[in-house]
């Protein structure tokens, strides 16, 4: 049974920062590309950020880029979102997925496990 469990959400004031993790359990994280989605009050669930297994191909939504950045230790099965810099609108329930190939990008389509969410409020 696989499952992904993510953690480190909260609430932040706006410009500071957050990490969350994404802990795997039921398949070897190297084996398998990680995603982050984040679904807002209202919104559709989007992309957030990607990385191939190794770690060497990162991708990232443009709202986000160069304020976030994804990294993984597969030694831990464990994928991490760091989040810096903040804003009200970066409000929303993050997810992290799994998949079952080198790179999924940013379609939610090519990921087949997923967690169940951390909340994430950023107030201003």
């Known amino acids: 049974q696989v499952q992904l469990v993510e953690s480190g959400g909260g609430l932040v004031q706006a410009g500071g920062s957050l990490r969350l993790s994404c802990a795997v359990s039921g398949r070897t994280l190297g084996n398998y590309a990680m995603g982050w989605f984040r679904q807002a009050p209202g919104k559709e669930r989007e992309f957030v950020a990607a990385v191939s297994w190794t770690g060497a191909r990162t991708s990232y939504a443009d709202s986000v880029q160069g304020r976030f950045t994804i990294s993984r230790n597969n030694a831990k099965n464990t994928v991490y979102l760091q989040m810096n810099s903040l804003k009200p609108e970066d409000t929303a329930v993050y997810y992290c997925?799994?998949?079952?190939?080198?790179?999924?990008?940013?379609?939610?389509?090519?990921?087949?496990?997923w967690g169940q969410g951390t909340q994430v409020t950023v107030s201003s």
């Open positions: 997925a799994s998949s079952r190939t080198y790179y999924s990008g940013s379609s939610s389509d090519g990921y087949d496990y």
